[in-house]
Nanobody, 127 residues
Framework: QVQLIESGGGLVQAGDSLELSCAVS????????IGWFRQAPGKEREFVAA????????ILPEAVKGRFTISRDSAKNTVYLQMNNLKPEDTAVYYC????????????????????WGKGTLVTVSS
């Protein structure tokens, strides 16, 4: 069983930066691949980033590549999403997710099967 608790959301202006944190509660966070998704009002959930167990491999879609980075601190059992140059279209609830299989994040068709989810943190970017 894995518990994921997101934090760091808030209201910012376009161009600002924000760092989200995902506290992973389990025997060891290094046993799970971790990803971030977001869902804007009236839109489908969107994949944002993922990092593998060892922290050596990341996935970032084109929509956020160059602005967002994902990292993990295994000693703190925490995964971070650093978001720079935020845009109003980044406004969404951001969810942390975990799974034991990297393929769940690597392949778009398998992302809906990610096993563990946090409750989300709201990010609002004003123009």
């Amino acid at each position: 069983q894995v518990q994921l608790i997101e934090s760091g959301g808030g209201l910012v202006q376009a161009g600002d930066s924000l760092e989200l944190s995902c506290a992973v509660s389990t025997r060891t966070s290094s046993g799970y691949e971790i990803g971030w998704f977001r869902q804007a009002p009236g839109k489908e959930r969107e994949f944002v980033a993922a990092i593998n167990k060892s922290g050596t491999n990341t996935i970032l879609p084109e929509a956020v590549k160059g602005r967002f980075t994902i990292s993990r601190d295994s000693a703190k059992n925490t995964v971070y999403l650093q978001m720079n140059n935020l845009k109003p279209e980044d406004t969404a609830v951001y969810y942390c997710a975990a799974d034991s299989e990297w393929a769940r994040f690597l392949f778009a068709a398998r992302r809906s099967g990610v096993h563990y989810w946090g409750k989300g943190t709201l990010v609002t970017v004003s123009s």
